[in-house]
Nanobody, 126 residues
Framework: VQLQAFGGGLVQAGGSLRLSCAASGRTLSRETVGWFRQAPGKEREFVAAIRWSGGGKYYGDAVRGRSAISRNTAESTVYLQMNSLKPEDTAVYYC????????????????????WGQGTQVTVSS
């Protein structure tokens, strides 16, 4: 599976961005697809994930209420709409896929995702 992320950029605090992640190489069915982020000097942080089958959604504490993850199954694309952006949202955002049968408590564990995209930079200015 190859993942290509789009949509990063520079935005002012309070603004919005929509990240896209296109998956290719196989037809998605029961995978979990999501986003992690990593800021300089910090550990990877779970942002959001969606179950390809059924559409169950999960969010990290830092973005819950300000972000929405969705998918287009026909185009094998996942979207992350981020609103009310803050300077602390500045990071490289990585699109990820897990083909494991994840339970809810595993969703936020980066080690459970075997496929990572190249990352897209999001910078929020104050």
């Amino acid at each position: 599976v190859q993942l290509q992320a789009f949509g990063g950029g520079l935005v002012q605090a309070g603004g919005s961005l929509r990240l896209s992640c296109a998956a290719s190489g196989r037809t998605l069915s029961r995978e979990t697809v999501g986003w992690f982020r990593q800021a300089p000097g910090k550990e990877r942080e779970f942002v959001a994930a969606i179950r390809w089958s059924g559409g169950g959604k999960y969010y990290g504490d830092a973005v819950r209420g300000r972000s929405a993850i969705s998918r287009n199954t026909a185009e094998s694309t996942v979207y992350l709409q981020m609103n009310s952006l803050k300077p602390e949202d500045t990071a490289v955002y990585y699109c990820v896929i897990s083909d494991l049968s994840l339970i809810a408590s595993e969703i936020g564990n980066p080690a459970r995702y075997g496929y990572w995209g190249q990352g897209t930079q999001v910078t929020v200015s104050s």
